[in-house]
């Protein structure tokens, strides 16, 4: 995805999908800005997104800080921050298309 946003116009925010269902788990950049959201990921080596960015209806965080789709997908985990939770996700399991 850092391919595909090297140059993403900063008002656009990019849904990413279960890669199983289809189904869209997170939505960003929210609540900060597309180079706020590119840095941070780049800096982890994976997409890190925030609270305001999760699709709630379609993730949930497991007690041990495992973050999974409601159908089950592992997705990663929630590592957080001196910022508060920084889900740091497995682009593999969020590079799937919208459900028709």
């Given at each position: 995805?850092?391919?595909?946003?090297?140059?993403?116009?900063a008002d656009k925010e990019i849904t990413f999908y279960?890669?199983?269902?289809?189904?869209?788990?997170?939505?960003?950049?929210?609540?900060?800005?597309m180079e706020q959201f590119i840095k941070e990921s780049?800096?982890?080596?994976?997409?890190?997104?925030?609270?305001?960015?999760?699709?709630?209806?379609?993730?949930?965080?497991l007690e041990n800080g495992e973050t999974v789709s409601?159908?089950?997908?592992?997705?990663?985990?929630?590592?957080?921050?001196?910022?508060?939770?920084?889900?740091?996700?497995?682009?593999?399991?969020?590079?799937?298309?919208?459900?028709?």
């Amino acid at each position: 995805f850092i391919t595909k946003t090297n140059d993403p116009p900063a008002d656009k925010e990019i849904t990413f999908y279960d890669s199983n269902t289809g189904k869209p788990l997170f939505y960003a950049p929210r609540g900060r800005t597309m180079e706020q959201f590119i840095k941070e990921s780049r800096n982890h080596g994976w997409p890190s997104f925030r609270d305001d960015e999760v699709d709630w209806k379609n993730v949930r965080l497991l007690e041990n800080g495992e973050t999974v789709s409601v159908d089950g997908t592992h997705l990663g985990h929630n590592l957080p921050d001196r910022k508060g939770s920084r889900y740091c996700i497995n682009l593999v399991c969020v590079a799937g298309n919208p459900t028709k």
